[in-house]
């Protein structure tokens, strides 16, 4: 019979729910989005503040934030087509990817999640990359959108509230930890 202290590291750092092998700093599974067991201790020191089952934000507060940002964007949308000659569908479309670029940048936070107290993480808990975070913003949540919005309603259904868009980009909406992590 093998114990849990014959195992190395590496034979530990395994999901508990799919068997598929996690990297050190995992704080969820990339395969089936289960969290890590924090029993045991992961290697990277950042894996510390994995949001534990109860911080992952549901269908509601994710849409008060998603109304803020389309407000604000909106806003922003009609500012620019009245004080420009081009076609206005144009902004339709690079609006929303260069505001979720300004925003990536400034903390992985639209102004609604920050309002709200969200965030958007990898597998890992950490901040998505530039070019996850687009997937996510604009195929994922068309994709999510196609079909009469069942994909936004699967927030609702997921147990760790994930939505289409983000089982397509591998993200997760957890509360964002109060710190830097959260400060423009």
């Known amino acids: 019979m093998v114990h849990e202290t014959d ?5 530990r750092r395994t999901c508990a729910d799919c068997g598929h092998r996690l990297g050190d ?5 990339s395969r089936c989005g289960t969290e890590v ?22 269908f509601w507060i994710r849409l008060a934030a998603e109304i803020v940002d389309s407000i604000i964007l909106a806003i922003a949308l009609f500012v620019l ?4 000659t081009n076609a206005s569908w144009l902004w339709i479309l690079i609006l929303p990817i260069a505001a979720y670029g300004i925003f990536k940048h400034l903390k992985c936070q639209t102004l609604g ?3 709200f107290g969200i965030k958007v993480v990898n597998a890992a808990g950490d901040d998505v990359s530039f070019w996850r975070g687009a997937l996510r913003e604009t ?3 068309f994709m999510s959108g196609l079909f009469l919005y069942l ?3 699967w ?15 591998g993200t997760y909406v957890v509360r964002a930890r109060r710190g830097k992590s959260t400060e423009f």
């Open 7 to 11: 195992l190395t590291t590496e034979d």
């Open 25 to 29: 700093d995992a704080r969820f599974c």
């Open 151 to 153: 994909g936004f309603l």
């Open 155 to 169: 927030i609702g259904w997921d147990q760790k509230k994930r939505g289409w868009h983000d089982h397509i980009a």
């Open 37 to 58: 067991e924090s029993g045991i201790e992961p290697t990277d020191p950042r894996a510390h503040a994995a949001p534990s089952s109860g911080e992952y934000m549901g």
């Open 113 to 115: 999640r920050k309002l």
């Open 81 to 84: 087509v009245a004080i420009t």
């Open 139 to 141: 195929g994922g949540k």
